[in-house]
Nanobody, 127 residues
Framework: QVQLVESGGGLVQAGGSLRLSCAAS????????MGWFRQAPGKEREFVAAISWRGDLSYYTDSVKGRFTISRDNAKNTVYLQMNSLKPEDTAVYYCAADRRAFYNGRDYADAAFGSWGQGTQVTVSS
């Protein structure tokens, strides 16, 4: 099992930026894809972005493409989510998640693929 701790959330005005971090421990971080999800009040949790175990492939939900960037530093066991041009509709609790599958190179990043989750960090974008 891997432990995940997110940080970097906060309150920002529309058009602003935030960088989320997720520190992992307890498993060989570099072997597993990582993802970011979010859940807004009254809504289902949704996929935001994922990055392959080598960091060479990344995937985004359409609503954040061109604004968010996922990256990872395997030497620091950390995955990041750089969020630019934030909108009020980006307001949510953001969760970091670790893939169950070692060395996975596919494109399936549904919730069920992730076996470990962080506690979440709140992002609030004011208009």
């Amino acid at each position: 099992q891997v432990q995940l701790v997110e940080s970097g959330g906060g309150l920002v005005q529309a058009g602003g930026s935030l960088r989320l971090s997720c520190a992992a421990s307890g498993r060989t971080f570099s072997r597993y894809a990582m993802g970011w999800f979010r859940q807004a009040p009254g809504k289902e949790r949704e996929f935001v972005a994922a990055i392959s175990w080598r960091g060479d492939l990344s995937y985004y939900t359409d609503s954040v493409k061109g604004r968010f960037t996922i990256s990872r530093d395997n030497a620091k066991n950390t995955v990041y989510l750089q969020m630019n041009s934030l909108k009020p509709e980006d307001t949510a609790v953001y969760y970091c998640a670790a893939d169950r599958r070692a060395f996975y190179n596919g494109r399936d990043y549904a919730d069920a693929a992730f076996g470990s989750w962080g506690q979440g960090t709140q992002v609030t974008v004011s208009s």
